[in-house]
């Protein structure tokens, strides 16, 4: 009942930036922890940044002080703004949202983010 649809990914030279947008629709009575995933090819899929309801955030080690992840509850959306992208952060960008007392995961269809000169 609950879809994750992403947006915002492309492609952008090293230095540059992004901005990635994940909305949820349908059937929400709440949504607690978001989050975004990456996967690049060969690799294995790995958490880039949580947030909690309250906004209390987590980063990899890769990527902080580059991105930061923010959360519009009122939209249903979260955001992750990445700066100074290396072609290293190239991977699929996955959101996921849990959703409801338990805390159901949701995952969005991934977007790519492709960082190349």
């Known amino acids: 009942q609950v879809q994750l649809v992403e947006s915002g990914g492309g492609l952008v030279q090293p230095g540059g930036s992004l901005r990635l947008s994940c909305a949820a629709s349908g059937s929400i009575f709440s949504i607690n922890a978001m989050g975004w995933y990456r996967q690049a090819p060969g690799k294995q899929r790995e958490l880039v940044a949580g947030?909690?309801?309250?906004?209390?955030?987590n980063y990899a080690e890769s990527v902080k002080g580059r991105f930061a992840i923010s959360r519009d509850n009122a939209k249903n959306t979260v955001y992750l703004q990445m700066n100074s992208l290396k072609p290293e952060d190239t991977a699929v960008y996955y959101c996921?949202?849990?959703?409801?007392?338990?805390?159901?995961?949701?995952w969005g269809q991934g977007t790519q983010v492709t960082v190349s000169s």
């Open positions: 947030i909690t309801r309250s906004g209390i955030t």
């Open positions: 996921n949202f849990g959703i409801g007392v338990s805390s159901r995961p949701y």
